[in-house]
């Protein structure tokens, strides 16, 4: 008896394709890390951030892309590879969080910005402190545990105040930094780029790094394969071949969570028809809509 070989996937993948339609199927929905090469450089960007030596005027960084195209699943990657007590422990025994990340809060509300903040390092909060009182403990507790980066996700939310509003956040993102003398990584959709280039001072201190919607070409081509091969299905799906390629490009409009979203359920019926590959009908039958003309379905 000759045993099936399974060449179109990774090594660790190639030991499940035996497994139960079940289990492959839950291997398939559960969220992966795929590398890429912006990925990858945004990645080490955010390495050198991290390493560079403390002064008054630290350098920050703007992940800044469309919706749904990988910028928190970056920042995520960077934190885990940064986590708490992954570094010397403080003679004081405090743990260290080398990177903070925290959500922005959906408006630009300066006491639920450090709540958030708190929150993150699990330090108590009472409710009714003042804004002040909020603020030193935040930044006393930033310091306690050693605090390098300080990540803000979702920054495009600081559009949902009034000008006034915005102006005075930024200026306190100014100050924090300054204060702390760490570098401050925002992450947003181009909203997020637009509020913070409204500051001049905060603009130059803040170099955008894109990561804008995917392209065909020999990069997409990459990923393509990389997802085919993290998918446990027994036959070969030719992802990254012309006509395959070009309808995964064109229905996901270069988001990359909308062609993670896409092969993942085309893959699921592939296993569910007994199929195992997946073919361009597939993709016709499970009737994937465009972002673009999603939002317009929804009334
Ligand atoms: N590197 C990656 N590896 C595997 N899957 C990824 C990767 N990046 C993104 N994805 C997929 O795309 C989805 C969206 O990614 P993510 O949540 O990071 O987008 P986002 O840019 O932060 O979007 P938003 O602006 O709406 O918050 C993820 O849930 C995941 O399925
Ligand atoms: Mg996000």
Same mark, same amino acid.
């Given at each position: 008896?000759?045993?099936?070989?399974?060449?179109h996937?990774?090594?660790?993948?190639?030991?499940? #394709?035996?497994?139960?339609?079940?289990?492959?199927?839950?291997? /398939?929905?559960?969220?992966?890390?795929?590398?890429?090469?912006?990925?990858?450089?945004?990645?080490?960007?955010?390495?050198?951030?991290?390493?560079?030596?403390?002064?008054?005027?630290?350098?920050?960084?703007?992940?800044?892309?469309?919706?749904?195209?990988?910028?928190?699943?970056?920042?995520?990657?960077?934190?885990?590879?940064?986590?708490?007590?992954?570094?010397?422990?403080?003679?004081?025994?405090?743990?260290?969080?080398?990177?903070?990340?925290?959500?922005?809060?959906?408006?630009?509300?300066?006491? $639920?910005?450090?709540?958030?903040?708190?929150?993150?390092?699990?330090?108590?909060?009472?409710?009714?402190?003042?804004?002040?009182?909020?603020?030193?403990?935040?930044?006393?507790?930033? $310091?306690?545990?050693?605090?390098?980066?300080?990540?803000?996700?979702?920054?495009?939310?600081?559009?949902?105040?009034?000008?006034?509003?915005?102006?005075?956040?930024?200026?306190?993102?100014?100050?924090?930094?300054?204060?702390?003398? /760490?570098?401050?990584?925002?992450?947003?959709?181009?909203?997020?780029?637009?509020? /913070?280039?409204?500051?001049?001072?905060? #603009?130059?201190?803040?170099?955008?790094?894109?990561?804008?919607?995917?392209?065909?070409?020999?990069?997409?081509?990459?990923?393509?394969?990389?997802?085919e091969?993290?998918m446990?299905l $027994?036959e070969a799906s030719n992802l990254?071949s012309?006509?395959m390629?070009?309808?995964?490009?064109?229905?996901?409009?270069? /988001?990359?969570?909308?062609?993670?979203?896409?092969v993942?359920?085309a893959a699921?019926?592939a296993?569910?028809?007994?199929?195992e590959r997946i073919v361009?009908?597939?993709?016709?039958?499970?009737?994937?809509?465009?972002?673009?003309?999603?939002?317009?379905?929804?009334?």
């Open positions: 008896m000759t045993e099936k070989t399974y060449p996937l990774l090594p660790a993948v190639q030991a499940l #394709a035996e497994a139960p339609d079940e289990a492959r199927i839950r291997r /398939i929905q559960t969220d992966r890390w795929l590398g890429y090469a912006r990925a990858e450089a945004a990645l080490s960007a955010l390495e050198d951030l991290l390493s560079f030596p403390k002064r008054t005027r630290m350098p920050n960084r703007l992940l800044v892309g469309p919706s749904n195209n990988g910028k928190t699943m970056i920042v995520e990657k960077f934190r885990r590879s940064h986590l708490p007590g992954s570094e010397e422990s403080a003679r004081d025994g405090a743990i260290r969080v080398p990177v903070l990340k925290v959500q922005m809060p959906p408006a630009p509300d300066e006491r $639920r910005f450090f709540s958030a903040i708190l929150e993150a390092l699990g330090a108590p909060d009472r409710l009714n402190d003042r804004l002040s009182t909020k603020q030193d403990t935040a930044v006393r507790m930033m $310091r306690a545990t050693g605090v390098r980066m300080l990540v803000i996700d979702e920054v495009h939310n600081m559009l949902c105040g009034s000008r006034d509003q915005q102006r005075r956040f930024l200026n306190l993102l100014r100050w924090l930094g300054n204060e702390l003398q /760490i570098p401050l990584v925002a992450v947003g959709t181009a909203e997020g780029l637009r509020a /913070i280039q409204s500051d001049d001072q905060l #603009a130059n201190r803040f170099t955008p790094f894109g990561l804008p919607p995917w392209e065909g070409g020999a990069e997409f081509t990459r990923l393509l394969n990389t997802l091969a993290s446990p $027994r990254s012309s006509p390629a070009q309808r995964l490009l064109s229905t996901s409009e270069g /988001i990359l969570g909308e062609v993670v979203t896409i993942t359920r699921v019926a296993i569910e028809t007994g199929q361009l009908d597939m993709l016709d039958s499970l009737g994937f809509i465009a972002p673009s003309e999603r939002r317009h379905a929804v009334v």
